[in-house]
């Protein structure tokens, strides 16, 4: 087994980044999620609401990151400080945490290419959003703004499972950037993830645990690069992986310590 390939997504529900190695942090790889779009009432924006998100490609860059996105000049956002924090969900029904705002500039070209008033705020300091209880796996203050887990591993066996039922059914397939992992993997039997939840794995120096597999939503249904919209694979995972009331694709992972990851670094999972 070895790491395929890794990503980020400097703000939430961007275009993805690859990476030949990323640093392992407490709450994720570095960089991931850290930054986050937000309504009038500081609650998250993502691609469940609008799927222009994927035209943003956000590229960090020492203190802060450059936004870019076709048809719009580069604007480089400092990291803020200073500014008195604001508090916002990452989804409604989540609990509230502080994070800084980006300022007028960032908050105006983000609200040009989404077509609403919105802002960008900063997690200086990750913090716990999720109830304590809320999930098997508590991870506590070490997440950014990942929906629930620190990170996502995917592996390229179960893709090709799901596009072999994707075939059979007269669909067209799908590849792995419609579901946003942050770590890819090779050389396993599809589905043979479902089975680490609850154990140690070891990538390069990073130790991990697997907290179970990830139930997936209509993100899964958006064209990573069109931003166009379908019923796939959604529709053939409810066939096929509807376990427990949800449709599973992938697996979160919680750092269990600091580390590096590099495409090509062997997976090792514990007995």
């Known amino acids: 087994m070895r790491l395929a390939a890794a990503h ?3 703000v939430k529900g961007c275009h993805r980044l690859d990476h030949d190695g990323a640093r392992v942090e407490p709450w994720g790889l570095a960089g991931d999620r850290r930054w986050l779009v937000v309504d009038a009432d500081g609650v998250g924006i993502t691609q469940r609401e609008t799927t222009a998100l994927v035209g943003l490609r956000a590229v960090p860059r020492d ?11 580069d604007l480089d956002v400092a990291e803020p400080t200073g500014a008195p924090p604001l508090p ?4 409604r029904n989540r609990l509230p945490v502080p994070a800084l705002p980006a300022g007028r500039a960032a908050d ?3 609200g040009t290419l989404l077509g609403r008033p919105v802002r ?4 200086a300091r990750p913090t716990r959003h999720l109830a304590p209880g809320d999930r098997a796996h508590d991870t506590g203050d070490r997440v ?7 990170l996502l591993l995917a592996a390229t066996a179960s893709l090709d499972a799901l596009n072999a039922w994707l075939a059979g059914a007269g669909e067209e397939p799908v590849p792995m950037s419609r579901f946003r992992p942050n770590l890819v993997v090779t050389g396993i039997p599809a589905w043979a993830e479902d089975d680490w939840a609850g154990r140690r794995l070891r990538i390069g120096s990073a130790r991990f645990r697997a907290a179970g597999s990830c139930g997936r939503c209509v993100v899964t249904t958006t064209d990573q690069e069109t931003g166009a919209r379908g019923k796939e694979p959604l529709r053939t995972l409810g066939r096929h992986r509807n376990i427990g009331g949800k449709l599973l694709f992938g697996l979160h ?4 310590g600091p580390g590096v990851v590099r495409v090509g670094d062997p997976v090792r999972v514990a007995d």
């Open 120 to 123: 960008l705020v900063h997690l």
């Open 144 to 150: 950014s703004f990942a929906d629930e887990y620190p």
């Open 253 to 256: 992972l919680v750092p269990d």
């Open 8 to 10: 980020t997504y400097p």
């Open 108 to 110: 105006d070209w983000l």
């Open 63 to 73: 203190d802060g990151l450059v936004l870019r996105a076709a048809g719009r000049p």
């Open 88 to 91: 916002v969900r990452v989804f």
